[in-house]
């Protein structure tokens, strides 16, 4: 007897064991993740008689965007909502008018590949050759309507391609959008302990027809845009040159937001950036120079969705 109530306790602890082992190892199931935001802007205008300004037929305007995103494992997808009721805010783009689906975008990204199609935002360099970027304060966004491909060989070498067409309110300009760029860390490399080096190059094509209002244009519909770049820090200094030049096009009158016919040039643009910091002490420096280096995907635009001035 006391023999079998042994052999019980050790059956029933090799039972409870075995039990709490598959109960360990219970893999639980991925779902993924859901996570947004909501933010709203509204202002109520009033008449300010010292200035002579009358508040406008719907004083009462709020821009308002929803955003949501779902995210498993290397993906992820979102999309953003955005209302402009009655009115957008005052000096905003006209183009933002009503309720609609403003961006979308679906990603895959993984030790190597960073793959997106749909709304994204990209810089390359300073951001003077491409920049899409998005200030709701500002009333800008200039996503880029397309596809993107980040590849990262090692850890040391980043290389972009991406095709596009700019955002302008709840629709796309015809102009579009092609981009190649590149990044290179030498420090490893080179085996620098006390400072890091690295440098990159980019280029920028825009494809937009010619207005057929000019006759004999002396520009092309493709305006090509380069761009290089070196990046040098040592202890608490740090530095900055960047050159672009973009191919001849028309200059766009500022005031009469059209493109001058007469002036057909090319474009340059030059940056140099100094600086140190320590604890307590920051100077920075920044130096720039740029001649017609705008570039505007709609010719003679309604609202200036520029890229970058």
């Not at 947004?36 to 509204?42: A, D, L, T």
């Not at 890091?196 to 520009?219: C, H, K, M, T, W």
């Not at 307590?280 to 120079?289: F, H, K, P, V």
């Not at 280096?293 to 609202?303: A, G």
Request: hydrophobic share 35%.
């Amino acid at each position: 007897m006391q023999l079998n109530k042994i052999l019980l306790f050790v059956f029933l602890g090799s039972f409870s064991c075995l039990f709490s082992q598959v109960d360990s190892t219970e893999v639980k199931k991925d779902y993924g993740r859901i996570f947004g935001g909501f933010e709203s802007n509204s202002q109520w205008y009033l008449n300010d008689k010292g200035r002579g300004i009358i508040q406008p037929e719907d004083p009462i305007r709020s821009n308002s965007y929803l955003f949501l995103n779902y995210q498993i494992k290397g993906w992820t997808a979102g999309v953003q909502v955005e209302a402009y009721e009655k009115n957008a805010l005052l000096n905003y783009n006209p183009e933002f008018e009503g309720t609609n689906v403003a961006t979308y975008f679906i990603n895959y990204k993984s030790n190597k590949f960073d793959i997106t199609a749909g709304y994204f935002y990209e810089q390359f360099g300073s951001g003077m050759l491409l920049r899409a970027w998005e200030d709701r304060a500002l009333g800008i966004n200039t996503a880029l309507r397309g596809g993107r491909i980040i590849y990262r060989p090692s850890d040391n070498i980043r290389l972009t391609a991406l095709y596009g067409q700019q955002r302008s309110g709840f629709n796309v300009s015809d102009g579009k959008i092609y981009g190649f760029d590149s990044d290179f860390q030498l420090t490893q490399l080179l085996k620098l302990e006390k400072s890091d080096l690295s440098f990159g190059l980019s280029y920028v094509g825009r494809d937009e027809a010619i207005d057929l209002a000019i006759e004999n244009p002396q520009f092309d519909e493709i305006t090509h845009g380069i761009s290089g770049r070196v990046n040098y820090s040592y202890s608490s200094f740090y530095s900055n040159f960047e050159y672009n030049y973009k191919s001849k096009d028309a200059v766009l009158n500022r005031i009469s937001n059209t493109l001058d016919e007469n002036l057909i040039k090319d474009g340059n643009a030059v940056s140099l950036n100094l600086g140190y910091s320590k604890q307590g002490l920051g100077i920075d420096a920044t130096l720039r120079r740029t001649e017609n280096m705008t570039f505007c995907l709609k010719e003679y635009p309604l609202f200036l969705a520029i890229i970058q001035v």
